[in-house]
């Protein structure tokens, strides 16, 4: 009998990896398409203080599928990463990105101080390359501090040396960095200390559970006194209501991106919205 059902999940297994290789491989050929056929596009959240007044955005690459509609980057972008894929999207999103700076940098639109903050994926920034693409992304733009490259946790840990070295490299540039999801990685807050890194960003996770969970409320008040103690900034992600607002603003944090300010957002209606389009 056992030698049976053995046999049988054998089968169930290669069942299953078959399909989802099938499932990875139509993903990979959707992606690629999608490329080619312009079906990626940006939209734009602010980074805003209390009052709502707008300092920076962050870029959100979407995706219409022509059958599926609308697919989360969530889906997606996990899965490019698994190829080179994700390095030819992510040069798209920068271009496009800092496309989109020039332009309305051009058009006198550009509030000084303002910046757009890019994710960058893990593979995308172990890329040999990486300094060039972005150093290529760069050119044209009026000023390089209007880039910021948002990174997570989990890139720095596997060889943090030459991860620091390329983040002086580009920070000699004028690129800064943020950190992105914090508290949600592996790692100790104690290599925070050797990053050339300028704001660390609550994942949402903590902010929502903040009101009713006094274990997130000391958890973020830690992350506020490490990123004072290192001379950063604090963005706090996923802010959906006034009281959230409120009590980060109490604790020290005084920058806020969420859908209590507003949603991610096409490039015209922020332009509408922020710019006075
Ligand atoms: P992320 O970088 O942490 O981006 C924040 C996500 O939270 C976005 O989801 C945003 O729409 C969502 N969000 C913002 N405010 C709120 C809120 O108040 N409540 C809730 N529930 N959610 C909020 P989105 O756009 O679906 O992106 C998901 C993830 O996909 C991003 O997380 C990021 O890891 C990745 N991603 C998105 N665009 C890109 C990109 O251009 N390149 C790369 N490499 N990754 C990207
Ligand atoms: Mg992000
Ligand atoms: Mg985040
Ligand atoms: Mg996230």
Same mark, same amino acid.
């Given at each position: 009998h056992a030698k049976m059902a053995g046999g049988n999940c054998i089968h169930f297994f290669q069942a299953q990896m078959q399909a989802s290789a099938q499932a990875r491989h139509r993903m990979e050929t959707d992606l690629r398409e999608a490329l080619h056929k312009q079906q990626f596009s940006l939209a734009y959240q602010p980074q805003v203080d209390h009052t709502g007044k707008l300092l920076s955005a962050e870029v959100l690459i979407r995706w219409q599928h022509p059958q599926r509609g609308w697919v989360s980057p969530a889906e997606f972008i996990p899965m490019a990463e698994e190829s080179t894929l994700i390095l030819e999207i992510g040069a798209w999103v920068m271009n496009s990105a800092m496309a989109q700076l020039r332009q309305w940098g051009d058009a006198g639109l550009l509030p000084p101080g303002f910046g757009l903050a890019i994710n960058v994926s893990p593979r995308q920034f172990q890329q040999a390359d990486f300094v060039h693409v972005v150093q290529q992304a760069l050119?044209?733009?009026?000023? %390089?501090?209007?880039v910021m490259l948002e990174i997570t946790e989990g890139m720095l840990v596997v060889d943090t040396d030459r991860a620091v070295e390329r983040m002086n490299v580009l920070r000699d540039l004028g690129v800064q960095f943020h950190i992105d999801d914090?508290? &949600?990685? !592996?790692?100790?807050?104690? !290599?925070l200390k050797r990053l050339p890194v300028d704001v660390i960003k609550i994942d949402q996770s903590f902010v929502r559970d903040m009101v009713e969970n006094p274990a997130d409320t000391a958890i973020v008040k830690a992350m506020l006194a490490v990123a004072d103690s290192f001379n950063m900034e604090v963005i706090a992600e996923g802010v959906e209501t006034a009281e959230q607002v409120h009590r980060l603003g109490d604790m020290g944090c005084h920058i806020f991106q969420g859908y209590y300010f507003s949603? %991610?957002? &096409?490039a015209a209606e922020f332009a509408a919205r922020y710019f006075g389009q």
């Open positions: 050119q044209g733009l009026a000023d %390089p501090r209007q914090f508290g &949600t990685g !592996y790692s100790s807050m104690a !290599y949603r %991610p957002i &096409t």
